[in-house]
């Protein structure tokens, strides 16, 4: 392995903000097709043209690919109401792995459970 000890412990993920380091290289072991940052920007302007319109303000087409892609769809409306199958979630703020791996959301779980336990609530 030739990279340094800085490249060895370096996130992969810089690896794509830095392409243009020669260093960078060395960390997936490929060389990109680009010399220069012109080159890296035509290239975005080939595949995402939208990212390089500078200072252009474009229409949001959402409704018209909407009535695009429905036209060929067999939809059904109906006038009944639309029922969630959960109306109330208990522990939303439980959600994510971080809330779910705190001791001190744990012990606040434990606190709202005995809470909605008691009588004098």
């Known amino acids: 392995d030739t990279r340094t000890e800085e490249e060895k412990t370096e996130p992969t993920e810089t690896f794509c903000v830095r392409t243009l380091d020669v260093k960078s290289h060395t960390v997936c072991d490929l060389t990109l097709p680009y010399n220069d940052i012109d080159d890296v920007r035509a290239h975005i302007d080939q595949v995402a043209s939208n990212l390089t319109r500078i200072n252009t303000i474009e229409e949001a087409n959402y409704f018209k690919q909407n009535a695009d ?53």
């Open 69 to 121: 892609l429905l036209q060929n769809h067999k939809t059904s409306f109906t006038d009944s109401a639309l029922i969630p199958p959960i109306t109330e979630l208990k522990d939303f703020y439980m959600t994510d792995p971080i809330s779910r791996a705190s001791l001190t959301m744990a012990k606040c779980v434990k606190a709202v459970e005995e809470q909605l336990k008691s009588r004098h609530t």
